[in-house]
């Protein structure tokens, strides 16, 4: 059949309007796939996504959400940051990721209390929270911290030489309450002769070192504000329990006697023996996340009264290296079994519970305040230590459960026989059956 010029023409053109429309197509795909994004998660329990707890908390967010992560030029880090932030991303689009790296700027990296590579400080709502773990749970649980509006009023005992939350001595605590500021965690001190009652809407009263008794009054309205089940900070030092001793007759807690020293903390560059570390923490909630070890000037040893109505449980204990040395601290020192003293590791810090008015109570007993001081604050976890502390006496540990996302069969599991088959078949079988078989495609073709 001939075609006319006509119809060539014709079929020409259409070509070209296919090809033109065909291209164009294309290219607006192209332009729609950089405004819009779909995705789809086949692996098995959808372990590249967000959980359903975790999608709830991102609907909630009304807010923006900076995020800025201070990790090294270590391409695996930060790809791991990245991949992690973007699981958030696909679901909030005002959540912004900045990576700095620290060496570059270390004087903001020292200002923000970065202590571990790929740390991240996360900031919503004018508050901010640090985080050194990398994963949905410890991401979603910061967030959901950040998010509750409810107001905290930390309360500091003052009038009797404490450590003060408004100070700016080297032994004061004004940087903790900054920190505390920037997580929606307010600070105000009382001195209960000025203001004879306690705050009713105080969330936590802290207790910080006094330097003298307390008047028998004042511990009249502690004993009232414990008693309406109350949490309470309190913060001891060596050879000061005299001041305290009538709530610490109250929580059946006993100080040793002695400073909690560890004469190997040279290998650390700590010339002071005085100073105790705390190196693993238990699976409880104000520390069970802790990963860096914290440092304790100066502290106290602390054993629990079997005539309580408390539940004391152990929250920081020093290394078996340690000892309560009850002489002096200079020149060689070491362990005499044949005085008060006690061998490590010893107990520094107490958890205590009470249910109370079907209400769980809780208090924490530690034997040092220098550790949240402004001189030692940074040193080590004690910020953090300092900040779960006062979060979970809060009662601020409504976390989210994210489910562990595992794959089945990740594994294949091959004995010694079919391993001998796979072996024989890849080696000799397919190759055989590849040449046999152009063999016989190469004599048929030569037949014809």
């Known amino acids: 059949m001939k075609i006319s010029q006509k119809a060539h023409l014709f079929i020409r053109l259409q070509n070209i309007v296919f090809t033109i429309l065909f291209l164009g197509i294309f290219g607006l795909l192209a332009w729609l796939s950089t405004q ?25 967010l009304d807010q923006p959400v900076e995020i800025t992560a201070y990790a090294s030029e270590n391409e695996v880090l930060r790809r791991q940051i990245i991949e992690l932030i973007d699981k958030y991303k696909r ?51 910061t967030l959901q911290r950040l998010a509750n509006s409810e107001q905290r009023w930390v309360v500091f005992l003052t009038g009797h030489g404490e450590r003060s939350s408004a100070g700016f001595a080297n032994f004061d605590f004004s940087v903790f309450a900054a920190e505390l500021k920037n997580k929606g965690i307010n600070s105000q001190t009382i001195n209960l002769v ?34 309406a089940g109350n949490p309470l ?11 305290l001793q009538a709530l610490l007759n109250t929580l059946g807690i006993s100080v040793l006697a002695g400073t909690v020293v560890d004469a190997t903390t040279q290998m650390f560059g ?32 602390l054993t629990t009264k079997s005539n309580t109505e408390y539940s004391a449980k152990p929250l920081l204990s020093t290394l078996e ?13 070491k362990f005499d079994a044949n005085s008060d ?25 530690l034997g040092d305040a220098d550790f949240l001081s402004n001189s030692f604050l940074g040193n080590g976890a004690n910020l953090d230590l300092g900040i779960s502390l006062v979060q979970w006496l809060n009662r601020d540990d409504s976390l989210i459960n994210i489910p562990a996302k595992t794959a089945p069969d990740t594994q294949l599991n091959i004995n010694k026989t079919w391993s001998l088959v796979f072996g024989l078949g890849f080696l000799f079988i397919l190759p055989a059956l590849f040449i046999i078989t152009g063999v016989v495609i190469w004599i048929k073709r030569k037949k014809y």
Do not use: C
């Open 36 to 60: 819009y994004s779909a995705q789809s998660d086949w692996t098995a329990n959808a372990r590249n996504s967000l959980s359903n707890p975790s999608l709830i908390l991102l609907k909630k």
């Open 321 to 333: 290296r340690s000892w309560t040395e009850t002489g002096g601290v200079a020149g060689n020192i």
């Open 270 to 301: 700590i010339d002071d023996p005085t100073f105790a570390l705390v190196t693993q923490y238990p699976d409880h909630l104000a520390t069970k996340h802790l990963q860096a070890m914290s440092l304790f000037p100066g502290a106290a040893g």
């Open 233 to 243: 900070l309190l913060l001891v030092e060596p050879n000061k329990a005299t001041h």
């Open 194 to 227: 000025d203001t004879p009652s306690i705050p009713t809407n105080t969330s936590l009263l802290v207790i910080a070192d006094p330097q003298t008794d307390l008047l028998n009054g004042e511990i009249i309205l502690i004993n009232e504000y414990l008693a």
């Open 91 to 141: 679901h909030k689009a005002d959540i912004s990721l900045s990576i700095i790296n620290p060496d570059m700027r270390p004087d903001q990296a020292r200002e923000e209390g970065i202590t571990v590579d790929g740390q991240l400080i996360i900031e919503y709502a004018e508050r901010k929270e640090s985080l050194q773990q990398l994963n949905e749970q410890a991401l979603s649980n």
């Open 341 to 365: 003293e006690k061998q490590g590791p010893i107990t520094i810090g107490y958890a205590l519970n009470r249910n109370l008015n079907n209400k769980q109570q809780r208090v924490a007993v």
